[in-house]
């Protein structure tokens, strides 16, 4: 098994395990805590709240709980936050596949860096992206990963070509202001 599949069985298996724990209630940005009642209040008696910083329970930021539903409330908050834990995981994970992708797809491809899909002449905005439109493939297309990789090569590519037109135009605005200037002195 390759580094790929190791990683997209991890994803696959985060994916099933947040799917799982989602299926039952959970609290996120909450936590339970004991208080002494305040002001003019003559009780050395506890009570327990939950807590949140965002209004989530019926608008407010405090819930009074019965001593029976404290246990509840902390499994909740539990699956909350192993729930945010496995997003981060598989946010992570996601990363590294995209960056791996893109690795093994740069080492497969020939040296055609230079060469562009959208030379850095001056080409129409339209036919700029009637040439995107036509490389772009529908979701039905997209079959197997190399053919994704590829896509993503050739949107990697676009952006790259596309940024050095960006750059070589803000350049060339700044020539001619600066010209602009001088003339003007």
Not at 52 to 81: F, N, W
Not at 129 to 137: A, G, I
Not at 174 to 181: C, D
Request: glycine share 4%; net charge positive.
């Amino acid at each position: 098994m390759n580094r790929l599949e190791k990683l997209q069985s991890a994803l696959d298996g985060l994916k099933a395990e947040r799917v799982q724990i989602t299926q039952s209630w959970y609290l996120q940005n909450c936590w339970v805590t004991q208080s002494k009642p305040g002001g003019t209040a003559r009780t050395k008696h506890k009570y327990w709240q939950v807590r949140s910083r965002q209004p989530m329970l019926d608008g407010k930021t405090v819930k009074h709980l019965k001593v029976d539903e404290v246990e509840d409330y902390k499994a909740a908050i539990a699956r909350g936050r192993r729930i945010k834990q496995i997003d981060q995981q598989i946010e992570k994970l996601q990363q590294q596949l995209a960056k791996l992708i893109f690795t093994t797809g740069s080492l497969n491809r020939s040296s055609d860096t230079d060469e562009h899909p959208f030379p850095t002449s001056k080409l129409p905005a339209s036919e700029r992206s009637q040439r995107v439109e036509e490389t772009v493939p529908t979701l039905g297309e997209l079959v197997d990963l190399a053919e994704q990789e590829r896509l993503v090569q050739e949107v990697l590519t676009n952006s790259r070509a596309l940024r050095v037109a960006v750059r070589q135009s803000i350049n060339r605005g700044r020539k001619l202001g600066a010209r602009n200037i001088e003339l003007r002195n």
